[in-house]
């Protein structure tokens, strides 16, 4: 079992749907990141949570540290959010070893 | 510059060769993470650098693997005697500090292909 899983692996959307990406981690982690990947390959970073919520925009995410479950939010969704979404956790001592779900391919149709 | 640069975009090698891929942080990052990402794996960690601490090589996945960090800021993974199994991108990113509250910049990444 990876020690963070993603769900759905793939997801596919109308343009305006409401959308959730789901991300579970097994170990103790000091934060959580969220990436978008967009074809061709560059990264952006979205959010650092380490508890509670965050917004940017149409974005959402949540943490629940006891639960050991993160979520990502798309509000009004659009076709330029097609991406791959990654979650990634950073071990209590270790800040710069991330490990990475394997991501939600995410299609939202016009 | 304005970003993490990665130099070459692109490697095509024979199998056996070495290869030098290069990294170029956002100036003033302090911390400095190679990662990888192959077809059907998803990504991984590398190693990583943070100012003047010995890096943390605990990702790199053989003896054939290593990267340095000149001056603080550019940094050079080096991959000897390619396998096939190496092909992969090759990302690397930068922040601030190595605190897990800074946001990473990503390069575009190295597309190694090795034949």
């Known amino acids: 079992k990876n020690e963070v899983e993603q769900s759905p692996q793939n997801l596919t959307a109308q343009e305006g749907e409401f959308i959730t990406i789901n991300c579970s981690y097994s170990?103790?982690?000091?934060?959580l990141h969220w990436l978008q990947q967009h074809p061709g390959g560059g990264i952006v970073s979205l959010f650092m949570?380490?508890?509670g919520k965050k917004k940017h925009g149409r974005l959402i995410a949540t943490i629940n540290i006891q639960e050991k479950h993160s979520s990502l939010h798309i509000t009004a969704s659009h076709p330029r959010d097609s991406a791959v979404y990654i979650c990634?956790?950073?071990?209590?001592?270790?800040?710069?070893?991330?490990?990475f779900g394997q991501g939600t391919i995410l299609t939202v149709h016009p | 510059g304005a970003g993490v640069s990665q130099s070459p975009s692109n490697k095509v090698t024979e199998k056996g060769k070495d290869v030098e891929l290069r990294c170029d942080p956002i100036?003033?990052?302090?911390?400095l993470y190679w990662y990888r990402q192959s077809l059907g794996q998803g990504l991984e960690f590398l190693i990583y650098?943070?100012?003047?601490?010995?890096?943390?090589k605990s990702g790199l996945p053989s003896d054939r693997f290593s990267a340095e960090r000149t001056g603080g800021s550019v940094s050079t993974l080096t991959i000897q005697r390619t396998q096939q199994e190496d092909s992969a991108v090759y990302l690397c990113?930068?922040?601030?500090?190595?605190?897990?509250?800074?946001?990473?910049?990503f390069g575009s990444g190295t597309q190694l292909s090795v034949l």
């Open positions: 170990v103790g982690i000091s934060a």
């Open positions: 990634a956790v950073v071990g209590g001592t270790s800040y710069g070893k991330l490990t």
């Open positions: 949570l380490s508890s």
């Open positions: 650098f943070q100012g003047n601490s010995a890096p943390d």
């Open positions: 100036s003033g990052h302090t911390a």
């Open positions: 990113a930068s922040s601030q500090s190595d605190s897990a509250w800074e946001k990473l910049f």
